[in-house]
């Protein structure tokens, strides 16, 4: 079974900045898209950024466009998610996800992944 681990979660006060990593199994990281997405207790898991499989293409969503960066590193099969002004907004469990495919097409959906992390948890403070 493939198993991606994320990590860097934490708690931060408003206005601070967190990097989250996520380790991938080689054989699902080259050539496909990756995604992250979010989960507040009581909501359903947000889309929150993809980069396709190649790393050409990356894609947010709105609330985080500006704030947030994903980016690939082909060398340790990881992806990484660097998310600056964090707001208590931003608070939620985040999981990393691959897909079969490289690219981009639908990648905000989560019924796109096949692979999931168990999540790192992100705390934002007012």
């Known amino acids: 079974q493939v198993q991606l681990r994320e990590s860097g979660g934490g708690s931060v006060p408003a206005g601070g900045l967190l990097r989250l990593s996520c380790a991938v199994p080689?054989?699902?990281?080259?050539?496909?898209?990756l995604g992250w997405f979010s989960k507040a207790p009581g909501k359903e898991r947000d889309f929150v950024a993809s980069?396709?499989?190649?790393?050409?293409?990356?894609l947010y969503a709105g609330s985080v466009e500006g704030r947030f960066t994903i980016w690939r590193e082909n060398a340790n099969h990881t992806v990484y998610l660097q998310m600056n002004t964090l707001g208590p907004e931003d608070t939620g469990g985040y999981y990393c996800?691959?897909?079969?495919?490289?690219?981009?097409?639908?990648?905000?959906?989560?019924?796109?992944?096949?692979?999931w992390g168990q999540g790192t948890q992100v705390t934002v403070s007012s």
């Open positions: 996800a691959t897909s079969p495919y490289s690219d981009m097409n639908g990648s905000f959906r989560p019924g796109l992944y096949t692979s």
């Open positions: 080689a054989h699902t990281f080259h050539g496909h898209t």
């Open positions: 980069i396709s499989g190649f790393g050409g293409r990356t």
